[in-house]
């Protein structure tokens, strides 16, 4: 199975900072990643497709990069509304496989 | 509008099978490159993918819980039935069954809202 290391696990931040999460895969997974946002007591939400896709509907302000085993999900300017879990999720080959999570918080 | 929702006991017994029903409406499964997947997430932790059905009936389960689970389609009623035997307290979680499309290479673009399935005796 290839294993999803996500990192960091927390991050708590004032509006309007950059927020940057990393999610390093075990082995090369080329593009083949997403990258959703998950609100307590909700379904997760996909924010990203193939490493860089912006998924219809999503705010400008999330953007994803990366290629291989080293990847990254970035915020450009936190709003209140995003704080949430995010998770990463490889789709190279099954098993499926998903990142731990970070969880966001607002100062 | 797509939509998906989950069905089934909220409470089974160890030892019982679980039977989850998904009914989903705006996309129909005998449509080329979609599929219907399940995912679950016990309380306070990560999110587990357990299985995915395709448009052409292509299943595909996760390693450590094969021996365990069924996937079953019906078109004509646009559900996806997940079964997994002998339900142990530690398959407690939420079940989410989420949609893919071959565009979107294995990720899930639209979720049900989940059901919290406890095993207990």
């Known amino acids: 199975d290839i294993q999803m290391t996500q990192s960091p696990s927390s991050v708590s931040a004032s509006v309007g900072d950059r927020v940057t999460i990393t999610c390093r895969a075990s082995q090369d997974i080329s593009s083949s990643l997403g990258w959703y946002q998950q609100k307590p007591g909700k379904a997760p939400n996909l924010l990203i497709y193939l490493a860089s896709s912006v998924q219809s509907g999503v705010p400008s302000r999330f953007s994803g990069s990366g290629s291989g085993t080293d990847f990254t999900l970035t915020i450009s300017s936190l709003q209140p509304e995003d704080s949430a879990t995010y998770y990463c999720?490889?789709?190279?080959?099954?098993?499926?496989?998903f990142g731990g999570g970070t969880k966001v918080e607002i100062k | 509008q797509i939509t998906l929702k989950e069905s089934g006991p909220t409470v089974v017994k160890p030892t019982q099978t679980l039977t989850l029903t998904c009914t989903f409406s705006?996309?129909?499964?005998?449509?080329?490159?979609?599929?219907v997947g399940w995912i679950r997430q016990p309380p306070g932790k990560v999110l587990e993918w357990l299985a995915l059905?395709?448009?052409?009936?292509?299943?595909r389960y996760s390693p450590s819980l094969k021996n365990r689970l069924t996937l079953t389609k019906d078109t004509s009623k646009n559900q996806v039935v997940l079964t997994m035997t002998n339900m142990d307290p530690v398959d407690t979680a939420t079940y989410f069954c989420?949609?893919?499309?071959?565009?979107?290479?294995?990720?899930?673009?639209?979720w049900g809202q989940g059901t919290l399935v406890t095993v207990s005796s």
């Open positions: 989420a949609r893919t499309d071959t565009e979107l290479w294995r990720v899930f673009d639209y």
């Open positions: 705006g996309f129909s499964l005998s449509t080329s490159g979609l599929g």
């Open positions: 059905i395709y448009w052409d009936d292509d299943k």
């Open positions: 999720q490889q789709a190279n080959s099954f098993p499926l496989t």
